[in-house]
């Protein structure tokens, strides 16, 4: 049974357009590859899996940040282009129903980054000040960015940085993460000649030594994980265990992660607390203080704005701004977006091209309009 489209949606397609914003209809069906890649654990456990004809993986549509990027790069279009939608999403599990109402932008290829962020928060706001007239709306920002730049500047190794990279957004994953890093080195479980093998850091003679494993055992070294794909990972997990931030370094994260601020002091808080800590954050800090500036020049009240340093968003590809905006209860958001830089190159595009957009669920905004 197909979801109830919103009776709000004529309304919002007007809002978009009078926002510049150009429609853009794309395929129910999607390859899932993408999916797969770059979305989130949690999307990723959720989408609808099916085969074309030919034996390659497809999906229903479970969001639209994904099918947006692929169709412009597909249809060669020129940017900065702004891109608006409306239409049913899949996902498995789902409260509320496996089908739904989404809408949104996606803005791409604004080099004004301070700008663009604004924009979209701004365009997210209004959508649901026309929707929801009257209501308390309270936005929470964070910054993938800041976070890395933070990791940086801490003197944490790349594979450490990557792995708390992958975490922001997850509080249990965070957690675990974050007590990994803290916790005592423990003992290699590997068997010799493999433990030796992973100390020495030699992918190649470990690799050859999995790949005689998986002959020997009649696997093929195709199905899956490549022996040297195998080796390097195993060298990698043992450098992560090897490697304790200083109590120092540690606590300072712990500061940095308590971080929770109204946006018109976030800038100053995370001044302070570099200096404090001792770190410089650079042109991450400039840039987060730009979009500050910037989001207060449309008009939102900036104490219904708040900075908290460790609000994330579930999905791999973002790498700056991330924000939410809850209604009145705050017990679900009503959207969610932010900043993608790299996710373009990696779908595909010839050169980089920045976006940033925001999803909005309409059936929890339907749900408010008949509860009043």
């Not at 933070?150 to 940085?161: I, Q, T």
Request: proline share 6%; charged share 25%.
């Amino acid at each position: 049974m197909n979801a109830r489209y919103p009776a709000i949606a004529p309304d919002i397609v007007k809002l978009f357009a009078a926002r510049g914003a150009d429609p853009v209809d794309v395929p129910v069906l999607q390859p899932a590859d993408p999916f797969l890649d770059m979305a989130g654990e949690d999307l990723r456990r959720r989408i609808f899996l099916t085969e074309s004809e030919t034996g390659a993986a497809l999906c229903l549509r479970p969001e639209f940040t994904i099918p947006v990027c692929l169709d412009h790069i597909r249809t060669q279009s020129g940017t900065p282009r702004r891109y608006s939608y409306l239409g049913e999403v899949f996902r498995q599990r789902r409260e509320g129903g496996s089908e739904f109402f989404q809408a949104g932008v996606e803005d791409l290829g604004d080099t004004d980054i301070a700008a663009a962020d604004a924009r979209s928060v701004a365009d997210a706001h209004a959508l649901l000040t026309l929707c929801l007239p009257g209501r308390d709306l309270s936005v929470t920002i964070g910054d993938q960015a800041i976070f890395e730049a933070v990791l940086a500047a801490l003197g944490l190794p790349r594979g450490w940085r990557m792995r708390l990279a992958r975490a922001f957004g997850s509080d249990e994953l965070l957690a675990a993460a974050l007590e990994d890093l803290s916790a005592p080195t423990r003992g290699s479980a590997l068997a010799e000649p493999v433990a030796s093998l992973v100390a020495d850091g030699d992918v190649d003679a470990l690799a050859a030594h999995i790949a005689a494993g998986m002959q020997e055992a009649g696997l093929s070294p195709s199905a899956g994980r490549t022996p040297t794909d195998i080796a390097r990972r195993l060298i990698e997990k043992a450098e992560l265990r090897s490697v304790r931030l200083s109590s120092d370094a540690f606590e300072a994260l712990e500061r940095f992660l308590a971080i929770d601020v109204s946006l018109d002091q976030a800038s100053v808080a995370l001044k302070d607390f570099a200096a404090g800590a001792g770190l410089a954050l650079g042109a991450a800090l400039d840039n987060f203080a730009a979009r500050a500036k910037a989001i207060a020049g449309h008009g939102i009240a900036p104490a219904s704005v708040r900075y908290d340093a460790a609000f994330g968003r579930p999905l791999d590809y973002y790498t700056g701004l991330v924000f939410e905006i809850s209604g009145p209860a705050r017990d679900r958001p009503l959207v969610g977006g932010g900043r993608y830089d790299r996710l373009l190159t990696l779908l595909g595009a010839a050169k980089p091209i920045p976006g940033v957009g925001f999803s909005v669920w309409l059936d929890r905004i339907e749900a408010l309009r008949e509860a009043n």
